[in-house]
């Protein structure tokens, strides 16, 4: 029988975990979105338990510095410590009552993994099909996660959530190409490089022209049209993730009209939104929403 000692230092270690969990999230604040401070008391701590998952597990494979390999073994080990003993790391353990509490499955965490993994042999992708594949396992699973805290677990909202969260990593793509570049890693399909006369090398020299200004609207109304499609999650969802959803589409939606507004030209300037913007976003969102309850 566990003792009141055993209990009470096992609670004490779990308060630790997700303290751990929520300065991981806030030292990295603005991964969220400006309305994050709306989500309910109760659930922040999960939303930083998972948060902090997702991180590490990117970290392992851009920041750290040893045997990327072995580390990403010992982290899914630990994963599957959640689902069938005890975690060792700090997150692990706050994540593991986070899975308990929701009844969290442990594919979309393994999927997170998996894209690690693909980062590590994969530098290029041939395909647009090829790229979608990789977002299948790198943004869309932590839109499922978020559904799951919420109680959504139907494929109708998971494939709208899909659509939303493959649009934001492109748009991440298309924010970072210079940057990747240097890292060597080209997120742009070989296919498309190729239909419209761009070059890797142009890539890294920075060279802008008509052809990759082309090249660019196309992604970027390509990826548009993905926000389009998940624009209907707004409905399905109640409470602070309707908000939320709305920022994620609206904040998606303005890097590209940054993109298009200097004329595609991200290889010399990277695009972005400024508090001010993302306040007039989060305002934006919240009439959005009033609309949709008027119809």
């Given at each position: 029988?566990?003792?009141?000692?055993?209990?009470?230092?096992?609670?004490?270690?779990?308060?630790?975990?997700?303290?751990?969990?929520?300065?991981?999230?806030?030292?990295?604040?603005?991964?969220?979105?400006?309305?994050?401070?709306?989500?309910?008391?109760?659930?922040?701590?999960?939303?930083y338990?998972?948060?902090?998952?997702?991180?590490?597990?990117?970290?392992?494979?851009?920041?750290?510095h040893?045997?990327?390999?072995?580390?990403?073994?010992?982290?899914?080990r630990?994963?599957?410590?959640?689902?069938?003993?005890?975690?060792?790391?700090?997150?692990?353990?706050?994540?593991?009552?986070?899975?308990?509490?929701?009844?969290?499955p442990?594919?979309?965490f393994?999927?997170?993994?998996?894209?690690?993994?693909?980062?590590?042999?994969?530098?290029?992708?041939?395909?647009?099909?090829?790229?979608?594949?990789?977002c299948q396992?790198?943004?869309?699973?932590?839109?499922?996660?978020?559904?799951?805290?919420?109680?959504?677990?139907d494929?109708?909202?998971?494939?709208?959530?899909?659509?939303?969260?493959?649009?934001?990593?492109?748009?991440?793509?298309?924010?970072?190409?210079?940057?990747?570049?240097?890292?060597?890693?080209?997120?742009?399909?070989?296919?498309?490089?190729?239909?419209?006369?761009?070059?890797?090398?142009?890539?890294?020299?920075?060279?802008?022209?008509?052809?990759?200004?082309?090249?660019?609207?196309?992604?970027?109304?390509?990826?548009?049209?993905?926000?389009?499609?998940?624009?209907?999650?707004?409905?399905?969802?109640?409470?602070?993730?309707?908000?939320?959803?709305?920022?994620?589409?609206?904040?998606?939606?303005k890097?590209?009209?940054?993109?298009?507004?200097?004329?595609?030209?991200v290889?010399?300037?990277?695009?972005?939104?400024?508090?001010?913007?993302?306040?007039?976003?989060?305002?934006?969102?919240?009439?959005?929403?009033?609309?949709l309850?008027?119809?």
């Amino acid at each position: 029988m566990e003792t009141l000692i055993s209990r009470n230092s096992r609670i004490d270690n779990l308060k630790k975990a997700y303290t751990l969990c929520e300065n991981l999230a806030k030292s990295h604040y603005e991964n969220f979105t400006i309305a994050s401070w709306l989500i309910p008391k109760k659930k922040r701590k999960h939303i930083y338990a998972i948060y902090s998952y997702c991180r590490y597990t990117d970290d392992l494979g851009d920041e750290y510095h040893g045997n990327k390999q072995k580390a990403i073994d010992h982290w899914e080990r630990d994963l599957l410590n959640c689902y069938n003993g005890t975690p060792n790391h700090p997150y692990m353990i706050a994540l593991q009552q986070t899975i308990k509490e929701f009844d969290i499955p442990i594919e979309p965490f393994l999927k997170i993994i998996k894209a690690n993994r693909m980062d590590q042999t994969h530098k290029r992708y041939q395909t647009f099909s090829d790229l979608e594949k990789y977002c299948q396992n790198s943004a869309n699973p932590v839109g499922h996660l978020i559904l799951h805290l919420n109680g959504y677990k139907d494929i109708k909202r998971r494939t709208l959530s899909d659509y939303i969260c493959t649009a934001l990593q492109l748009s991440n793509f298309w924010q970072d190409i210079h940057r990747d570049y240097l890292i060597g890693r080209i997120y742009i399909p070989h296919e498309d490089l190729n239909r419209f006369g761009c070059s890797e090398d142009q890539l890294g020299r920075k060279y802008f022209n008509d052809s990759f200004r082309n090249l660019m609207s196309f992604e970027v109304e390509r990826t548009r049209h993905l926000f389009n499609k998940g624009y209907k999650l707004m409905e399905g969802v109640e409470g602070y993730l309707k908000l939320d959803v709305a920022l994620y589409i609206l904040g998606g939606l303005k890097i590209l009209d940054r993109i298009s507004k200097q004329g595609y030209d991200v290889l010399n300037t990277r695009p972005t939104i400024s508090k001010m913007t993302k306040t007039g976003l989060l305002l934006k969102a919240m009439l959005n929403i009033f609309l949709l309850r008027k119809r």
